[in-house]
């Protein structure tokens, strides 16, 4: 399976330095790259991608504002998403467990899709709270 992805982003398979399945909610096959800057140059291959849900992860250096950067590839279907909050925190769990991130830290998703997504992670006891700020753009109701 790293083979297919490193294969979907023309990467050398040295260049993944960490893979993990991560689920909460909705799985996702997670690796993390050598550097923030590497997870923002990725161009998908999307045939290559399908059907995976891929989330990329690598580490800022500690001038950026946030401490990880993150990428949401959706291979069915072929697109990225701007905020992913199950992600974020499948991926908080994975990284948090591995001592890669701290109990609390900020993540950066989004920029390459130029919005400016902020998540906020932070563990209490064996919980993974995912917090920031949303912008509303539907709104509606239902009747049944």
């Known amino acids: 399976m790293v083979n297919k992805i490193a294969n979907a982003f023309g990467l050398p398979l040295s260049d993944i330095v960490r893979h993990q399945w ?16 590497q997870v923002l140059s990725l161009k998908p291959d999307w ?3 399908s059907p995976l849900n891929l989330g990329v ?11 990880i950067e993150v990428r949401a590839f959706v291979g069915e279907g072929g697109y990225e998403d701007p905020v992913t909050g199950s992600l974020n925190a499948s991926l908080a769990q994975w990284l948090m467990e591995e ?19 902020r998540i906020h992670l932070h563990k209490s006891s064996d919980t993974v709270w995912v917090a920031g700020e949303v912008v509303k753009v539907i709104d509606g109701e239902i009747n049944l």
Request: hydrophobic share 40%; net charge negative; glycine share 10%.
């Open 22 to 37: 991560v689920d909460n909610g909705p799985g996702w096959c997670a690796i993390m790259l050598r550097s923030a800057q």
């Open 99 to 117: 001592n890669v991130v701290k109990s609390t830290y900020l993540s950066a998703q989004g920029t390459m899709l130029q919005r400016a997504g």
């Open 57 to 67: 992860v690598g580490l800022h250096d500690s001038s950026h504002e946030a401490d």
């Open 47 to 49: 045939a290559a991608l």
